[in-house]
């Protein structure tokens, strides 16, 4: 049985990827109290590894993310909630934030609104966690070796949406990252979003893989 990390995600256009490239390069050598993202993390078939986090579940077997795809795509024909509420999101980058965590010191991510049609955003995350809800319900279940219960992380990263930064060394994030200005950013569209995969490297780098893209309209 062979586990990855998985997470849902929106891919991001150009225009975007060069702005947070440009952010990272030129605060990597200027604040070093940071964990930066690093440069050499890429998505399989491309030199970036810029996209929007939806929601990150941890560790899942092939089995477990084919049968959420599966449900996911389920809900959106079947369920009337999400039949009638899913479409094209329009989205905007804003401004830094930065996410505590009990455990670990302060994240530093770019922030994204949804521009337009408000609420197919909130509405996708519901479809995300209902699927993610029934999967762990069917782990339960069944445990088999290719398909054993889940064991969900203390820590599932439930935060509205955004690009990661990185992450402060330190207990506290240092007055120089928290005066920062985001990235100029955009909008943007997107008509489908991914499960992604990702699997560190043994140079300490993570490559990430689309799993399966599902479409929105």
């Known amino acids: 049985m062979s586990e990855s990390n998985y997470f849902v995600a929106i891919l991001c256009p150009e225009p975007i990827t060069k702005e947070q490239s440009e952010f990272l390069r030129t605060y990597d050598k200027k604040i070093r109290d940071c964990n930066w993202i690093p440069v050499k993390d890429h998505f399989e078939g491309r030199s970036d590894s810029t996209h929007l986090t939806i929601k990150y579940f941890g560790s899942l077997t092939r089995a477990h993310a084919k049968w959420y795809t599966e449900k996911v795509r389920d809900l959106i024909k079947n369920d009337a909630l999400f039949r009638n509420r899913i479409g094209r999101l329009y989205l905007g980058t804003t401004d830094i934030g930065y996410l505590e965590d009990d455990k670990k010191p302060t994240a530093m991510v770019w922030k994204v609104i949804e521009e337009e049609y408000e609420g197919r955003a909130k509405t996708l995350r519901e479809l995300i966690d209902k699927a993610f809800d029934e999967l762990i319900t069917e782990s339960q279940e069944i445990s088999t070796e290719d398909f054993p219960k889940i064991e969900v992380p203390e820590h599932v990263f439930d935060l509205d949406l955004h690009l990661s930064l990185g992450r402060s060394q330190k207990d506290k994030t240092p007055k120089k990252v928290l005066g920062l200005t985001a990235p100029e950013g955009g909008i943007w569209t997107t008509d489908s979003f991914h499960l ?14 689309i799993f399966d893209t599902i479409s929105l309209i």
């Open 196 to 209: 992604v995969e990702s699997n560190r490297k043994e140079d300490g780098s993570v490559i990430y893989r």
